[in-house]
């Protein structure tokens, strides 16, 4: 993956993490070029296959394709940020926490631990700084 790529991918993502939507401004550690399907599962380093992740997205997802919906508990495939849209299933207040309006949604939301005390107070504060 050369430097180009790279920057094609921060900007398309508006550099914000595609996942819980963090700002990368905020941030001393530069975001992670994340690979939707991971390599140990065939995954290439395709446009279509990358995105930008904020290292704690990109931790907890790992090589993970699916979890289970805390609601159904079905086996139901990660959020993918270039066939699905954000606003389709997921939702964040003011108070910083992201809500899964989807069965999708609320797995990722779980499996990337996006609503952890210390990313929940995170993102409310950034919240208040953007208003
Ligand atoms: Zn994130």
Redesign the pocket.
Same mark, same amino acid.
């Given at each position: 993956m050369d430097d180009e790529l790279r920057a094609q991918v921060r900007a398309r993502a508006e550099y914000r @993490?595609e996942? @819980?939507?963090?700002p990368q401004r905020y941030f001393y550690q530069i975001f992670h070029i994340e690979h939707i399907i991971s390599k140990s599962h065939g995954g290439d380093d395709d446009p279509d296959n990358l995105a930008l992740? @904020?290292r704690? @997205?990109?931790l907890h997802k790992g090589p993970n394709l699916s979890g289970i919906d805390p609601e159904g508990g079905q086996l139901t495939p990660l959020f993918n940020p270039r066939r699905e849209s954000w606003q389709d299933h997921f939702r964040t207040d003011e108070s910083g926490q992201v809500t899964g309006l989807t069965n999708i949604g609320r797995t990722t939301v779980r499996v990337?631990n996006?609503n952890a005390t210390h990313r929940v107070d995170l993102r409310s504060a950034i919240a208040s700084l953007e208003q």
């Open positions: @993490c996942y @819980c939507r963090i992740a @904020c704690l @997205c990109n990337l996006m």
